[in-house]
């Protein structure tokens, strides 16, 4: 375990709605990395908050938001889904900025029908 | 885009022997990384080594670096069942700081 959790662990929707995918990194950790993983992308880094601020941006789509809010925790929106967003999406937390170990959460595993 | 890039794909092998796992990459990179991910499952941290770093151990796994050729090796001694997982190579590019940048991982099975 962790230490990072996530929530929900399974979410099967349809085109063209939205969604909220959450994240509670360790204790003491102030970065958050949220990841895309599919069969024909691989894993992709999608984006980086530290702090509360955004710190770091990936191949994250304009359809796709996210934020870390006072408590630490983090949210990853996506909206008007598409087929090919269906993947599993992970959060990382560290302690600092970067260049450190990043510590994965289960994962959320989204359908899009 | 993919910084490194695994060889092999897949590798299966017997309980007991040896595996190795190669990383190539094509920038200047911080630091390497190793992760390794159970079907389906979260990515587990495995191993750092700095760019500063040719080898480093830990347990049953030992990590080389040659930054001249961009390369990494993943080596893990006396292979057990329970070591079947995907391994991913991960760098953090002097260019991208912050980003950690995932290879397409090796499918290692290790038959009991």
């Known amino acids: 375990d962790s230490g990072v959790t996530q929530t929900p662990k399974h979410l099967i929707t349809a085109t063209g709605q939205r969604v909220t995918l959450r994240c509670s990194p360790r204790s003491g950790d102030l970065s958050v990395y949220w990841y895309q993983q599919s069969l024909d992308q691989g894993l992709q880094f999608l984006i980086q908050y530290y702090n509360g601020e ?3 941006k990936g191949n994250i789509l304009e359809r796709f938001s996210a934020q870390q809010f006072p408590d630490l925790h983090s949210e990853l929106n996506l909206s008007s889904l598409e087929l090919g967003d269906s993947a599993l999406y992970f959060c990382a937390s560290s302690v600092g900025a970067g260049q450190e170990t990043q ?8 359908l899009v029908l | ?22 990383c190539s990459y094509k920038t200047s990179i911080n630091n390497l990384q190793w992760y390794r991910q159970n079907s ?7 191993i750092l080594i700095r760019s500063n770093e ?7 796994l030992r990590v080389t670096l040659d930054t001249s050729k961009k390369s990494s090796s993943l080596l893990i001694t006396a292979s057990r069942a329970a070591d079947t997982a995907s391994y991913f190579c991960a760098t953090d590019a002097i260019s991208s700081a912050r980003q950690l940048t995932f290879g397409s991982g090796t499918q290692l099975t290790v038959l009991p």
Do not use: C, W
């Open chain 2, 54 to 60: 040719r080898e480093k151990h830990s347990g049953r």
């Open chain 1, 54 to 56: 955004e710190r770091a």
């Open chain 1, 103 to 110: 510590y994965f959460g289960p994962g959320t595993r989204l």
């Open chain 2, 40 to 46: 389906g499952r979260g990515l587990v941290h495995l």
């Open chain 2, 1 to 22: 885009s993919q910084q490194g890039e695994e060889d092999p794909q897949a590798l299966s092998i017997q309980e007991g022997e040896n595996a190795t796992m190669n």
